[in-house]
Every structure is written in structure tokens, then in C-alpha cells.
T-cell receptor
Framework: NAGVTQTPKFQVLKTGQSMTLQCAQD?????MSWYRQDPGMGLRLIHY???????DQGEVPNGYNVSRSTTEDFPLRLLSAAPSQTSVYFC????????????FGQGTRLTVV | AQSVSQHNHHVILSEAASLELGCNYS??????LFWYVQYPGQHLQLLLK??????LVKGIKGFEAEFIKSKFSFNLRKPSVQWSDTAEYFC????????????FGIGTKLQVIP
């Protein structure tokens, strides 16, 4: 059972660099989402998707892009990394809603210097 | 808009002590409620959920939570904690309208001392 697979696990970027965090799920879930986790702030929704070809913004979307060309994959792109984007990023998928009964990936610890 | 409050940010208990973590939400309509757990260095896992029916919900590892609609609360309980329960616990709420999205609380770190 692969579940939700996120890569990479760790990443260091320089300010201004771009990169893509990969997320794939093998459970045929329609709902996928990206969160960032920061100390004292819990999980905040960045972007989400309710099915292939459909994406929408969460509460902290600035500086990030997503696309959902297939049911399985939901990559998160950082356009021009900033130190404020230093965080732990989690991808999640669900059958029933965005974050509901969700399966989470192992997380990506991103540091922007 | 929905919001979630977790009052205790850091709780320290000895093994065998009883646990109750508070969770209150602000949304007047029908809600679905969740508790997730994040063990050190790991991803979040669903602990238990409430959609409807019996307001006392039992989850994995001996945890339970009670939905009290009049108090807008969904507190997590365990009668006797173990060292392995050391983790961060997140309450989450979802309103039933529109695209179903949860809002997470900021989390409560539980440290269980052997």
C-alpha cells in the first residue's frame, strides 16, 4: 500500500529559486490538497483539488501554483522561493472531502535561505 | 466561516493519567468533526471522526471524543495514557455546505512521561 507519496523529504532552496513538490496517490481519491505546517499555526490549506482538472485556492495560496492533470498526481510549484515559505509541507488525499478522513504524505521539510 | 480553537497547546501527563483535550468550533450549521494525530517525525493520521449519530465516538488506540452541539465542542479523551501517546493532536471541523473542506486547529502537543 503506497498511499500518498511525497517527494522530496527535505529540500534547501535559495531565495528566488523555483521548485516542484511532487505528490502522488494510488487510492483513486478525487480530493487532494496541500498544507503547510508552521509552529503555533497548525495546518493551513494552500491549494486543493476536487478532481482532475479542477483546482482552487486555500487560505494561503500566494507564491504557489498547482495543477491536476490526472487523478493520481497533484504537484505544488513554488514560483520564486522566499524565506517565509520555509515550512513543512503535507499533501493529502481523501474520498470524502478536502482534509476529511484524509491520508497524508510523509511531508517535505523545505528551508529557503 | 468556520474556525477551530484548541485551548491547550502543550500538555504534560504521567503514564496512566487521564487525558482530555479541548476543541471548540465556531459554525452554526451542520458540521463534521475530526481528530488527527501526528507522532514525532511522522505525518498526520486520522484518529476518529464524527459525521452524525451517536455523539460519543470511539477511535483507534482507546481514544474517544464527545460531540456536544450546545457547547460547540468535540473534546478528545483517553482514560489512561501511555508513553506512546506522545504526539501532537489536531482537531478539525468541516461544514457540510459547498466544497467540503476542513479547518484545522493549531494543535496540542501531548508529552507523556514514563
Amino acid at each position: 500500500n503506497a498511499g500518498v507519496t511525497q517527494t522530496p523529504k527535505f529540500q534547501v532552496l535559495k531565495t528566488g529559486q523555483s521548485m516542484t513538490l511532487q505528490c502522488a496517490q494510488d487510492m483513486n481519491h478525487e480530493y487532494m490538497s496541500w498544507y503547510r505546517q508552521d509552529p503555533g499555526m497548525g495546518l493551513r490549506l494552500i491549494h486543493y483539488s476536487v478532481g482532475a482538472g479542477i483546482t482552487d485556492q486555500g487560505e494561503v495560496p500566494n507564491g504557489y501554483n498547482v495543477s491536476r492533470s490526472t487523478t493520481e498526481d497533484f504537484p505544488l510549484r513554488l514560483l520564486s522561493a522566499a524565506p517565509s515559505q520555509t515550512s513543512v509541507y503535507f499533501c493529502a488525499s481523501s474520498l470524502t472531502g478536502v482534509g476529511t478522513e484524509a491520508f497524508f504524505g510523509q511531508g517535505t521539510r523545505l528551508t529557503v535561505v | 466561516a468556520q474556525s477551530v480553537s484548541q485551548h491547550n497547546h502543550h500538555v504534560i501527563l504521567s503514564e496512566a493519567a487521564s487525558l482530555e483535550l479541548g476543541c471548540n468550533y465556531s459554525y452554526g450549521g451542520t458540521v463534521n468533526l475530526f481528530w488527527y494525530v501526528q507522532y514525532p517525525g511522522q505525518h498526520l493520521q486520522l484518529l476518529l471522526k464524527y459525521f452524525s449519530g451517536d455523539p460519543l465516538v470511539k477511535g483507534i488506540k482507546g481514544f474517544e471524543a464527545e460531540f456536544i452541539k450546545s457547547k460547540f465542542s468535540f473534546n478528545l479523551r483517553k482514560p489512561s495514557v501511555q508513553w506512546s501517546d506522545t504526539a501532537e493532536y489536531f482537531c478539525a471541523v468541516m461544514n457540510s455546505g459547498g466544497y467540503q473542506k476542513v479547518t484545522f486547529g493549531i494543535g496540542t502537543k501531548l508529552q507523556v512521561i514514563p
